[in-house]
């Protein structure tokens, strides 16, 4: 089983081998992530119950990434390992002991699946695939667009490695924003799976938050980078990011959203050398 621990240090090992054990998980999922947290704040919810209220909530649209568990564990590693680096990395023996037990040791652990082809930023784009990357896009603002307008959700932090990709034999998806408002796009052979909901928020109905999630979202997307010393050019990236701009102080949502997908729909993602072209000039000579 792999098993990838996220921004968690050698303390929590003890945790990790309780995920590591548990039948459940091994059962059906042979590559996890975890996020481990605690609650500096008794009063206040702490992130991987957050995270995962807000991933149960999601779970009826399409497009976000749905968490296998949620649960806690006491971790006493320090009180047994001491701090040493040395004996963190070979910890070893019962795992949660009773032992002194102390609030700040009681960790909440959130298990997600792991997605082996990485995130809309680090997949290796090429020309032969490029125009999945445009649909790709079409789809997440599409999924962000669907579950702000029927439970008002911001997600705060909608970057482009936290939307990760996923194959899929499904040919296209359908949305609905009104009675009468369904959009179906077709599906490239990858869907996006929206992650990471630490800054989000439901029940917040606000265009202004929801626009700029979009704007963060479609950004940085002219000029990802492949490993063959390429990046991503979006010719009309300038009068799109105008377009959503504007968009923060426009009431008419859906319209503008649907415009917006026929923006980008229409304009042109190609690769270009991130070497600049060396030209020849006699007269310097």
Not at 211 to 239: A, C, P, S, V, Y
Request: with cysteine; proline share 2%; glycine share 4%.
């Amino acid at each position: 089983m792999l098993i990838q621990n996220k921004r968690s240090p050698y303390q929590e090992v003890t945790i990790l081998q309780a995920v590591a054990n548990d039948t459940t998980i091994r059962q059906h999922h042979n590559h996890i992530v975890v996020k481990i947290s605690r609650n500096t704040q008794p009063k206040q919810e702490d992130m991987a119950h957050k995270e995962y209220r807000i991933g149960k909530s999601l779970e009826q649209f399409t497009g976000f990434l749905k968490y296998i568990c949620l649960f806690s564990c006491f971790d006493d590693s320090i009180n047994r390992f001491g701090n040493n680096d040395t004996n963190r990395r070979s910890v070893t023996g019962k795992i949660c002991n009773a032992k002194d037990k102390i609030q700040e040791n009681w960790k909440y652990v959130l298990v997600m699946p792991y997605f082996k082809d990485g995130s809309i930023k680090n997949y290796n784009w090429k020309t032969a695939n490029v125009e999945t990357l445009k649909y790709l896009v079409i789809h997440t603002i599409l999924s962000i667009s669907q579950a702000f307008l029927q439970i008002g959700f911001i997600h705060g932090d909608l970057h482009l490695d936290n939307v990760l990709l996923k194959k899929t034999k499904i040919t296209q998806f359908e949305y609905s924003f009104a009675a009468d408002v369904t959009v179906r796009e077709p599906i490239m052979g990858w869907k996006p799976v929206i992650m990471d909901f630490e800054k989000s928020s439901v029940g917040v109905y606000d265009l202004y938050l929801f626009w700029n999630d979009l704007h963060q979202f479609t950004k940085n997307i002219d000029g990802i980078e492949n490993n063959m010393n390429e990046r991503i050019l979006w010719k009309e990236e300038t009068e799109i990011m105008a377009f959503i701009i504007e968009a923060k102080n426009n009431r008419l949502l859906v319209r503008n959203v649907l415009r917006l997908v026929e923006y980008i729909k229409n304009s042109t993602f190609t690769l270009q050398s991130k070497t600049p072209t060396v030209s020849y000039n006699p007269n310097l000579f």
